[in-house]
């Protein structure tokens, strides 16, 4: 049996880098690259084969090419207020982008790109075999229930966690949850308030709390096989850690024991969402660092 759960423990360490699969839920591939500063200004066009915007007074035709292939303009006019327009449309989009682009501090950056390529090797040569002969072994309706269960088990972060941000309403839907699909939905394998009632789960943690309260991520952290977080973020994982029940389990290691059943099994309903987001990606590191700070920003302002 210790054996057993010695192979579980080291299967949680390694899917711990999962946090930047998860986020391709929340983010598509074309938004990723949005934050990486190439999106087209909202009013102008955008091709995939071509960089070049005319100005809106050219227009291309037979009669505006001379013999020698130069562009004439239709504006019977001095061509120069052609010229400023287009200047100006230009220096507007570097406006655009520049008020959309925010990014979190990355003063660690040199050593957290060294763990990010660890982490990316850890997934192709460890997590991604793991996962798939678990999900070969285990039918996906049955992962998605053990999924419920834990789920279920982690009702407690999310009350207190709602009631810490004011949010008293979406405390007593996660009672009302819990209730729920402890008892007709056996003891969570079935979520009932979500798929009868449509109470869905109030995804809070103390990262989030704290974030409510007015505490920014200060700085980017990408830990070693914990994946993507920040400094906000890392002391919100610990206070959530008292809130789970799993850590109260002896001994500890049976407690780390069952969390590593649960990574397992969440890693097996995500893969291929990590390459979806790394194959669209110019710089792999620079995405998920922005497209992290993004989900964690929209999950704590909604």
């Known amino acids: 049996m210790k054996i057993i759960n010695c192979i579980l423990i080291i299967f949680a360490l390694s899917v711990g880098v999962l946090p930047g699969i998860c986020l391709a839920e929340e983010f598509s591939s074309f938004e990723s690259l949005q934050i990486n500063g190439y999106s087209p200004a909202p009013d102008q066009p955008y091709s995939d084969s071509s960089d070049i915007l005319l100005p809106e007074t050219a227009v291309i035709e037979p009669d505006n090419v001379n013999r020698d292939g130069a562009l004439l303009f239709s504006d019977a006019s001095d061509p120069q207020p052609a010229i400023e327009g287009e200047a100006k449309e230009e220096e507007e989009e570097l406006e655009y982008i520049d008020e959309e682009e925010e990014r979190i501090a990355d003063p660690l950056e040199p050593l957290n790109r060294i763990f990010f390529y660890f982490n990316d090797k850890l997934y192709f040569l460890v997590i991604k075999p793991v996962a798939l002969g678990y999900s070969f072994v285990l039918p996906e309706n049955a992962r998605i229930a053990i999924r419920n269960v834990f789920d279920n088990i982690t009702t407690p972060i999310r009350i207190v966690n709602n009631l ?25 394998l079935y979520d009932y308030a979500g798929k009868k009632i449509g109470i869905r789960m109030q995804d809070e943690d103390f990262g989030q709390t704290l974030g409510v309260w007015g505490v920014g991520p200060i700085f980017y952290i990408n830990w070693p096989v914990l994946g993507p977080s920040s400094v906000r973020d890392t002391v919100g994982l610990a206070g959530d850690y008292f809130l789970d029940p799993v850590s109260y389990v002896t001994p500890a290691l049976d407690s780390f024991a069952i969390r590593a059943g649960d990574k397992v099994n969440r890693a097996s309903l995500s893969i291929g969402q990590y390459e979806e987001i790394k194959k669209d990606a110019l710089d792999p590191y620079t995405a998920f660092r922005d497209i992290y700070y993004q989900y964690r920003k929209s999950k704590i302002s909604r």
């Open 164 to 188: 810490l941000q004011f949010k008293v309403e979406s405390a007593g839907n996660e009672l009302l949850r819990f209730g729920l699909n402890s008892t007709v939905g056996v003891l969570g």
